[in-house]
């Protein structure tokens, strides 16, 4: 590679990275988080799921209950498992009965708890993991905006990532062996931010181009709708397999009710290890009512083994049948695939433990590709001005970026001693405890204050989670592992590794910072 077209590749990666890093590390950070959403959402609410990916229901009783609360007869009723939580959602579509009131008549949607048969609106059973999971696709802004910018920033970093490893490629090998502690600072980053890139390169690449693929798509299928399909965006999304079929509405009442669970069942028996998370209803109590029961095998048999089977409720017969035991199609392929490696889920939880590990791994060479920025541009041949302007703008981003560890952690806390804390507390406390921590390191004037207090604070606090759990819910450890709260469990035992993790760095510093000294 010639000295013009290095240089040129060099300066795209420093300023793509430069740009986006805030935004980025937000992301890296909340989403290591989000992979234990369900985990999380589980531990605050003091639930527990025995079997995931599966709705655990009795079916006939449910919509039996339905019924007695409001008329069901006519709608569409779809039933689905987004999380490995106790609630499920469900969501009835407006009533094809003409001689129903507009309001009787409305579409609705709830969460149905599985085991208390209690029901919640999104915003009562909101959880901080959803929170969490939200915030790391800036779900929190106006829609759509918060998706668009996260895809753009996915995009940015997909760039920053291919132009970093052109960049270093001719010395990739020997430099990833290369680490000198005891040199000058700037090349203690360059080692560190090269050698912890090339280990997460794979990660951190999937994640940009599945996250680009995610938030951006709408903006990619808006041109073929117009180009291909004359603007008709339904017969997209049809052919694209995100719609339902339609059936007709025959306004004549079934003479004998169907049973569910045994339609249910029958998916079961057919496909070995198939687990059922969605059933969608179509014209309750109708002769035109059918029923599509629909999920995926166990990911240890086929990482993407999604079918379904659709019900002529009126005569019992298949109208139709998605194999999930065949070879998967390429449509199926590139949607299920996709998902899985963004979501990590097929893996159970050494999967995900090792890409919160290389969530938190991206952070930091995030972090050491602004600090390789700083101390690049710390020469004497730079004027003071622009030196002071420099060290503002990294003095920000660590601020901004490090207060987040310390505010999740407290979070944590708040939702067990205010439970449930809702959306709207939790929305004051993190956003107005982060914008107050900012304001406070950015004040303190200090990188290497900001860098290990947030560490040893939110590491303090981190220990304090259990304990708080256990005094707020009697969910103490030795009680969660007895009886199996796996879910519980995990968190609590997450926190407190995290913590010591994060002491035993607090006291690296501590011994660095004593050596500079009596160097000095």
Known sequence: MNKRTYNILFH????????????LYVIFFTGSFAFFRDEIANWERGHTVEVAEEIQLNFDETFQEMSNKKSIYSRDIELKHYYNEQNIGVNLGASKDTLLSKEKAARSFYYLNTKDKTTTDYVSSYSLGEFLYRLHFFAQLPHPFGYYLSGFVAFFFLFALITGIVVHWDKIISNFYVFRPMTKLKTVWTDAHTALGVIGFPFQFIYA???????LKM???????LALYD????????DLEYTHPEFEFENTPLENPVSINALVKQVK???KGFKVNEVHIFNYGDTGMHVSVSGNLNYKDKINGYGYTIFNAADNSIHSVKDPTKKTSYLDTVKGIFYRLHLGDYGGYGLRIISFILGLIGCFVILSGVLIWLTARNKKNIPPKKKK??????RYYLAICLSLYPITALSFVLVQVINPAGMSLLYKFYFIGWLMLIIILILKKDNYFTNKYTLLSGSIIGLTIPIVNGICTGNWIWVSYAKGYDQILFIDVFWIVLSIVGLLIVGKLNVNEKNKKSKN
Do not use: C, Q, R
């Open 389 to 394: 302007f420099n060290e503002a703008v990294v």
């Open 269 to 271: 028996e057919n496909w």
């Open 209 to 215: 181009v599945t996250g680009t693929f995610f938030m």
């Open 231 to 238: 603007g008709d965006d339904k017969k997209l999304y049809e």
């Open 219 to 225: 903006l990619l299928i808006a041109p073929t709708a």
């Open 12 to 23: 795209l990666h420093t300023v793509s990275g430069i740009v986006i890093s805030v935004a």
